[in-house]
C-alpha cells in the first residue's frame, strides 16, 4: 500500500467543520503530526483539491482528541487550524465551533460513558489550558443528533450541545487585559485589547470607515481595509505581549456597531485575514465580556444591561450568537465567572483518512 490509513471523523461542529482524530491516532511529534494535517487537508493550496478541507477558514479545521490525564478534566481537545494557502499549522488559539463536536465524539469513540438522557463532560482545551463543560443529548445512552435547535450559520435543526467556558480568562496571553488598559489607541484608532476565550483587538466599524453591517463579501473585497486591519492586529499583538504575529490566527479582529435587530450589539468578526461568515463561539464570549466592561469600546456600542446573569446577543452576517454571563465582584469591575453557549454538531463521515506513505508511514 503507497497510503497510510487513519481513522477519522468528519464533523460539522457549530459554524466549523473539519476532521476529528484520536490523538493516539496521529504521530506523537509535532512536525510530522502536521505534514499529517497539512497532507489530510489538501494544503496549501487554494482550492485544498487534494485532501478534505474546503478552501475556507471555517472548513480547514482540526480536533484532537483523547482521554485527559488531568484532575477534573475527562478528556483533552487540541484543535489545529490548518493554513489553506501555505504549510503552516496554528495550535496557539481554541474554537468553539470545533468544540461543539468534541462531546458527541468522544462518547461514541467510548472515552466517556454516555448516561440518560444526557451526558456532562468536562473538556481541557490544551491550546488555552481552559476547561470546559459539555452538555450533550443522550437518550437511552447512546449520542442523538437530532432536535429542534437552530443556530445562524448552519442549516436545519439538531440536537442542543450545551457549552459552558469555566475558566477562559487570559486564554493565550495570561491576562484579561493583556496591555494593561481597557483601552489603547494604535495608529490613530481607538481599540480594546481583550483576552477571554480568545484573544481579540475590537475596534469600532466606523473608526475605520465601515458601517459594521457589510457583508462579509464587501469587507474582504475592500483591500485597503483589509491592510489597514492588518497593520493594527500587528501592532495590537505586540501591545498584547505576543509578539510578531505575522502569519497568526490571533489576536482575531472585531469591528462593532450599535445593534439593529434588537440585539445587544451587532460585530463582524475576522479570522484574521478574512471576515467569518457568522461568528466564532470564543470570539462571540469574548466581545460579551468586552460589552460588560465599562471604558471599553464594545461597551460605547452595546446596550447596557445590569446584574449579575446576562444575556449578551450578538448580532453578525448570519444572524446572532447569544452568550450567558455570569458577573461577580464590583459592577464597574466585573469578572466573568461563566460564558455559556447553545450550539449543535453533527457526524458527517466516519472511516479512514489516507495520506501518503512519504509524509507518514504510520505507527510500527
Same mark, same amino acid.
Given at each position: 500500500m503507497t497510503q497510510t490509513r487513519i481513522p477519522c471523523v =468528519?464533523?460539522? #461542529?457549530?459554524?466549523?467543520? %473539519?476532521?476529528?482524530? =484520536?490523538a493516539s491516532d496521529l504521530p506523537d511529534d509535532v512536525p510530522t503530526r502536521d505534514r499529517v494535517l497539512l497532507a489530510a487537508m489538501g494544503s496549501p493550496?487554494?482550492? +485544498?483539491?487534494? &485532501? *478534505? %478541507? &474546503?478552501?475556507?477558514?471555517?472548513?480547514?479545521?482540526?480536533?484532537?482528541?483523547?482521554?485527559?490525564?488531568?484532575? #477534573?478534566?475527562? @478528556?483533552?481537545?487540541?484543535?489545529? +487550524?490548518?493554513? *489553506?494557502?501555505?504549510?503552516? @499549522?496554528?495550535?496557539s488559539p481554541n474554537c468553539g465551533n470545533m468544540l461543539s463536536g468534541v462531546g458527541p465524539f468522544? *462518547?461514541?469513540?467510548?472515552?466517556v460513558p454516555a448516561r440518560d438522557p444526557e451526558t456532562t463532560l468536562r473538556i481541557y482545551n490544551v491550546n488555552t489550558e481552559s476547561l470546559v463543560e459539555a452538555v450533550v443529548q443522550t437518550p437511552g445512552g447512546r449520542v442523538t443528533y437530532d432536535g429542534?435547535?437552530?443556530?445562524? &450559520?448552519?442549516? %436545519?435543526?439538531?440536537?442542543?450541545?450545551?457549552? $459552558?467556558?469555566?475558566? $477562559?480568562?487570559?486564554?493565550?496571553?495570561?491576562?484579561? =487585559?493583556?496591555?494593561?488598559?481597557?483601552?489603547? @489607541?494604535i495608529d490613530g484608532v481607538p481599540v480594546s485589547c481583550i483576552d477571554n476565550a480568545m484573544p481579540m483587538m475590537l475596534l469600532a466599524a466606523e473608526s475605520v470607515g465601515k458601517t459594521g453591517y457589510e457583508s462579509p463579501a464587501d469587507l474582504d473585497g475592500d483591500r485597503a481595509l483589509m491592510a489597514r486591519l492588518e497593520q493594527l492586529r500587528l501592532e495590537a499583538g505586540r501591545l498584547m505581549g505576543l509578539g510578531d504575529v505575522t502569519g497568526r490566527v490571533v489576536p482575531k479582529i472585531g469591528l462593532v456597531a450599535r445593534p439593529r435587530q434588537g440585539g445587544t450589539i451587532a460585530s463582524r468578526y475576522f479570522t484574521p485575514l478574512a471576515c467569518h461568515k457568522a461568528y466564532?463561539?470564543? %470570539?462571540?464570549?469574548? =466581545?460579551?465580556?468586552?460589552?460588560?466592561?465599562? #471604558?471599553?469600546?464594545?461597551?460605547?456600542?452595546?446596550?447596557?444591561?445590569? &446584574?449579575t446573569q446576562r444575556v449578551v446577543r450578538v448580532e453578525h452576517p448570519a444572524g446572532r450568537i447569544e452568550v450567558e454571563l455570569t458577573l461577580s465582584g464590583d459592577p464597574d469591575h466585573p469578572t466573568v465567572e461563566r460564558a455559556a453557549l447553545l450550539r449543535t454538531a453533527r457526524r458527517i463521515f466516519e472511516g479512514h483518512l489516507l495520506v501518503p506513505r512519504h509524509v507518514w508511514a504510520g505507527r510500527r
Open positions: =468528519l464533523m460539522r #461542529g457549530g459554524t466549523s467543520r %473539519g476532521p476529528y482524530f =484520536l493550496h487554494p482550492l +485544498q483539491v487534494d &485532501g *478534505i %478541507g &474546503g478552501a475556507n477558514p471555517l472548513t480547514s479545521k482540526v480536533a484532537i482528541v483523547s482521554r485527559s490525564r488531568r484532575p #477534573g478534566a475527562d @478528556v483533552d481537545y487540541l484543535f489545529a +487550524q490548518v493554513a *489553506i494557502d501555505r504549510a503552516f @499549522v496554528d495550535t468522544a *462518547i461514541e469513540a467510548g472515552l429542534d435547535v437552530a443556530i445562524d &450559520g448552519a442549516p %436545519g435543526t439538531a440536537a442542543p450541545v450545551k457549552l $459552558a467556558f469555566l475558566d $477562559a480568562v487570559g486564554s493565550v496571553t495570561g491576562s484579561l =487585559l493583556p496591555t494593561g488598559r481597557v483601552r489603547d @489607541v466564532a463561539v470564543t %470570539g462571540s464570549v469574548c =466581545l460579551a465580556t468586552a460589552c460588560v466592561l465599562p #471604558g471599553s469600546i464594545a461597551a460605547d456600542y452595546a446596550e447596557p444591561a445590569s &446584574g
